[in-house]
């Protein structure tokens, strides 16, 4: 059988990823293997249509093809993602119909179900055939357990192709609405006071929608606010994925383009954040995954304590609960406050003036008083990923961020916990003695609440 692998490294060859790839090539030389270094040659496949098209044509020959990528911020690198809007813009999907596919990536497990969750998608809106994936943790090939697991979902993708055998779509086609919000005047202006407040849009021309709404957000104010559009901001590229940023967080982009200054100045510093896009497949467009990706030049360090931070988005975001499961997770490690999510799926232009105005006095309420919503498990098992890692493996490679984690208290082991450890010694000497174990099942739910009703008298 032939193999398209789509190589979502910017990496190309030195990709960990293709590794898997070709450790996958080795254990089945039956089959021809053919790597296409998409994201790595992005510019080329963007500018030249024989590229583009000769990929094409290499997907329509195939009998099955492999999406394998690293993860980019819960998703795949923003030239990855490049090349998914190209099928769909240049109508080339046909390719793509029938085919059957599976996905293979590598991360330190850091949201790899959403990243996964998103190629799922779009290979079911190609109407692929979709089989599994395999997310693997960069250094899984090291283990023999885990070559044999690789071996094992390679030899299903294989077979499941050679008895075309039936596979299950997991996600329907997403509805678009034709409505067009008319925004009106605001009743009454909200005052910001002091606070620095910035919208960050990717909004072209033809977006009305997008563009109205962020324009009847910023008149919600009684002053100016800035806004800025990704599109007219310098940046050079997309991240390289070269660690450049892993000693110091400086990035290879520095000083050559307006990125990491815009970041630094105005992100970092603001009080209210604002991101507004529309939806492009089954995320945001590529320029959005661009900012993200290129924000990494901070490594693992939270940047957005203190900061008040809303959605403004175009198209059909409640049918993506996957890309709401992302940003609440990355303002959630990140630190902020996530106020909220306006869409114009509402399809009532004053009811969507009112959620924008609403939103802005919101924002500006909540940034007064400081308040930061408790972190759920996507702040906490995110945080704790990245603690474990950067202790261990990444340590060395990532030696900012195990400076910061040190500074500020993120290295937050319980095991270090010796009053903890003291208490725990004890009580489970305690609970071997008969008498005690018996009566523990009795006092225990009393015990739970006992340090909470004292706050309570107090």
Not at 278 to 285: F, G, P, T, V
Not at 390 to 395: F, K, V, Y
Request: proline letters at 3%; one cysteine or more.
């Amino acid at each position: 059988m032939k193999i398209v692998v789509l190589n979502g490294s910017p990496k190309g060859k030195l990709s960990v990823t293709l590794q898997y790839i070709h450790y996958i090539e080795k254990a089945f030389p039956q089959h021809e293997f053919s790597i296409i270094d998409v994201s790595q040659k992005m510019r080329i496949i963007e500018k030249d249509n024989k590229v583009f098209q000769k990929i094409i044509d290499e997907v329509g020959a195939a009998d099955g093809i492999i999406w394998a990528f690293p993860l980019y911020y819960c998703l795949v690198h923003s030239n990855y993602k490049k090349f998914i809007e190209l099928i769909f813009e240049r109508d080339v999907t046909d390719a793509f119909t029938g085919k059957y596919t599976a996905a293979i990536s590598t991360s330190i497990h850091f949201y790899d179900h959403t990243a996964h969750n998103y190629i799922n998608a779009v290979c079911d809106d190609l109407n692929m055939k979709y089989v599994d994936f395999f997310s693997a943790a960069m250094q899984d090939l090291l283990k023999s357990s885990e070559q044999n697991k690789l071996k094992l979902f390679a030899e299903n993708f294989f077979k499941v192709i050679e008895n075309k055998e039936p596979t299950t779509k997991n996600y329907m086609p997403l509805i678009h609405s034709n409505f067009k919000y008319h925004q009106g005047d605001p009743a009454s202006k909200v005052e910001p006071g002091d606070k620095k407040v910035i919208v960050i849009t990717d909004g072209l021309a033809e977006q009305k929608n997008l563009n109205a709404m962020v324009d009847r957000f910023k008149r919600s104010f009684s002053k100016d606010i800035e806004v800025v559009n990704l599109n007219e901001l310098d940046i050079k590229g997309g991240c390289l994925g070269c660690i450049h940023c892993g000693f110091d967080n400086i990035c290879v982009y520095q000083d050559k383009d307006e990125f990491v200054e815009f970041f630094t100045t105005k992100v970092l510093s603001a009080d209210i954040l604002i991101f507004a896009g529309a939806i492009k497949d089954r995320y945001l467009s590529s320029k959005w995954k661009l900012f993200f990706d290129r924000s990494f030049f901070r490594t693992h360090q939270p940047g957005l304590g203190g900061i008040q931070v809303g959605f403004i988005i175009s198209g059909p975001l409640t049918q993506l609960p996957n890309v709401k499961e992302i940003f609440k997770s990355y303002v959630e490690w990140q630190r902020g406050n996530l106020v909220d999510f306006i869409t114009d799926e509402y399809e009532e232009s004053s009811h969507i003036d009112e959620l924008l105005q609403n939103l802005a006095k919101r924002l500006v309420d909540l940034s007064d008083k400081k308040y930061i919503k408790p972190v759920t498990f996507r702040g906490v098992g995110g945080m704790k990923v990245f603690r474990d890692d950067i202790w261990g493996n990444l340590r060395f490679v990532f030696q900012s961020d195990h400076k910061f984690y040190k500074k500020h208290g993120l290295y937050d082991f319980p095991q270090k916990n010796n009053k903890v450890k003291a208490f725990n010694r004890i009580m489970m000497a305690l609970t071997t003695i008969p008498f005690i174990r018996k009566e523990f099942p009795k006092r225990i739910k009393n015990e739970m609440i006992k340090p909470l009703q004292k706050i309570l008298k107090d």
